[in-house]
């Protein structure tokens, strides 16, 4: 009797690293299942985080909003009150035209409210404003100086210079020679 004998041959495919090598098969494995994980992870907490911050930042946005022009509103009442406008001189020593006189007002704030501490001089036709303060704390010593002058032209009377102090502010009129002399 013959006996019909059948062979199976089975043929792997050499060209996979992989498939000799199990290990490195299942690190492989691992590594795509944790960044498949990760990647879910940070899309669903970003719909999260985006759907709680966008309702938070719209509300502070608006409260933003509201706190800087109630500071604006301030602070155009304090030039108001203040007489002083956009577009004119700022700052602790202004200078305006009124009538027959010029006027120059000193911000008496920036030296500590006395007016002993500003001086105010002549020389022919030049105005000179000096202030001077000293504040002292327990380590150090400040002392801040500030000098002005102002040139007029023959038609003002800086000898008849007049000084008055209203509220924190010295004012100093200067009047002005239209020429009517006889």
Same mark, same amino acid.
């Given at each position: 009797?013959e006996e019909?004998? %059948?062979?199976?041959?089975?043929? %792997?495919?050499?060209?996979?690293?992989?498939?000799?090598?199990?290990?490195l &098969?299942? *690190?492989l #494995?691992?590594?795509?299942?944790?960044?498949?994980?990760?990647?879910a992870?940070?899309? $669903? %907490?970003?719909?999260?985080?985006?759907s709680?911050? /966008?309702?938070?930042?719209?509300?502070?946005t @608006?409260?933003?909003?509201?706190?800087? +022009?109630?500071?604006?509103?301030?602070?155009?009442n304090i030039?108001k =009150?203040?007489k002083? *406008?956009?577009? &004119?001189?700022v700052g602790v #020593?202004?200078? =305006?035209?009124?009538? /027959?006189?010029y *006027? $120059?007002?000193?911000d *008496?704030?920036?030296?500590?409210?006395?007016?002993n501490? $500003? +001086?105010?001089t %002549?020389?022919?036709?030049?105005?000179?404003i000096?202030?001077r303060t000293? @504040?002292? /704390?327990?380590?150090? =010593?400040?002392i801040t100086?500030? +000098?002005?002058?102002?040139?007029?032209?023959n038609?003002? &009377?800086l000898?008849?210079? =007049?000084?008055?102090?209203?509220?924190?502010?010295?004012?100093? /009129?200067i009047?002005?020679?239209?020429?009517?002399?006889d």
């Amino acid at each position: 009797m013959e006996e019909n004998k %059948t062979e199976t041959i089975v043929h %792997t495919n050499n060209d996979c690293y992989c498939s000799d090598h199990p290990f490195l &098969k299942g *690190l492989l #494995i691992a590594l795509l299942i944790f960044a498949g994980a990760f990647c879910a992870f940070y899309v $669903v %907490t970003d719909w999260h985080m985006k759907s709680i911050l /966008s309702k938070q930042f719209a509300q502070d946005t @608006r409260e933003l909003d509201r706190a800087m +022009q109630k500071d604006i509103r301030s602070m155009n009442n304090i030039l108001k =009150e203040n007489k002083v *406008l956009p577009g &004119k001189q700022v700052g602790v #020593i202004r200078m =305006e035209r009124a009538g /027959s006189n010029y *006027l $120059v007002t000193i911000d *008496l704030r920036a030296f500590d409210n006395n007016e002993n501490n $500003v +001086q105010v001089t %002549t020389n022919g036709n030049i105005l000179t404003i000096n202030g001077r303060t000293i @504040r002292k /704390s327990k380590h150090d =010593e400040q002392i801040t100086e500030f +000098q002005q002058n102002y040139m007029f032209g023959n038609n003002v &009377k800086l000898e008849n210079l =007049e000084k008055e102090t209203k509220g924190n502010y010295l004012i100093i /009129s200067i009047p002005i020679d239209n020429g009517d002399d006889d």
